[in-house]
Structures are given as structure tokens and as C-alpha cells.
């Protein structure tokens, strides 16, 4: 008997801090324990995120069916909006092993 998959959608919110003396950026998110992506700039960090998810989510078990990232338009209470932020928008499945 085969087993039904179950598709899991997932909202994570991504935050970029700024390291004083140096100026890396490092995107964070609480949605995600343990998630970071480092870079330079606002679009390394972007340009990186999706394979970032991809890889955290697969160490965790589960494969990543589709992803969306984008900017966040909306404010973040007590965030700098200088700083860019991020939505990822993630269709996940559970993964078992064979």
C-alpha cells in the first residue's frame, strides 16, 4: 500500500542584520532555527536564498516542491528598513526513508 504525501506550506519571514565594523550582511530568519545566508550585498544575499531553503529544508527532512522569495514591502516592527527583508513562500514535502 502506498502512503499519501503531505504537502506542508510554510511562510518564513527573513531579516538582514549588518555587521558593524565590517559591513556583511548575514539574513536571519526566527521561522527557521539555525537558517543564515552571508553576503555583501542585498542581491547576493537574494540571489542566494533559494538554494540556502533548499538545503536547510532538505537537512530537516523534507523536499522543497516550489519556493517563492521576495522582497518585504511591509515594515517589520523594530527592523531598520534600510536593511532589505524577505518573504519566502515554500511548498514542502516530507521525505521517508525507504
Same mark, same amino acid.
Do not use: C, N, Y
Given at each position: 500500500m502506498q502512503e499519501k504525501q503531505t504537502i506542508e506550506q510554510k511562510i518564513i519571514h527573513i531579516k538582514t542584520l549588518v555587521? $558593524?565594523?565590517t559591513g556583511a550582511l548575514l539574513a536571519v530568519? +526566527?521561522?527557521? $532555527? /539555525? #537558517?543564515?545566508?552571508? /553576503? $555583501? @550585498?542585498? +542581491? =547576493?544575499?537574494e540571489h542566494k536564498l533559494e538554494t540556502a531553503l533548499r538545503d536547510h529544508f532538505e537537512l530537516l527532512g523534507f523536499a522543497l516542491i516550489s519556493i517563492l522569495v521576495s522582497s518585504e =514591502?511591509? =515594515?517589520v516592527a523594530g527592523f531598520d528598513r534600510s536593511l532589505p527583508? #524577505? @518573504?519566502?513562500?515554500a511548498s514542502l514535502e516530507e521525505k521517508h526513508a525507504a
Open positions: 555587521h $558593524k565594523s530568519s +526566527d521561522d527557521l $532555527k /539555525g #537558517f543564515m545566508v552571508a /553576503g $555583501k @550585498t542585498h +542581491d =547576493e544575499i =514591502e511591509d =515594515e527583508a #524577505f @518573504t519566502a513562500r
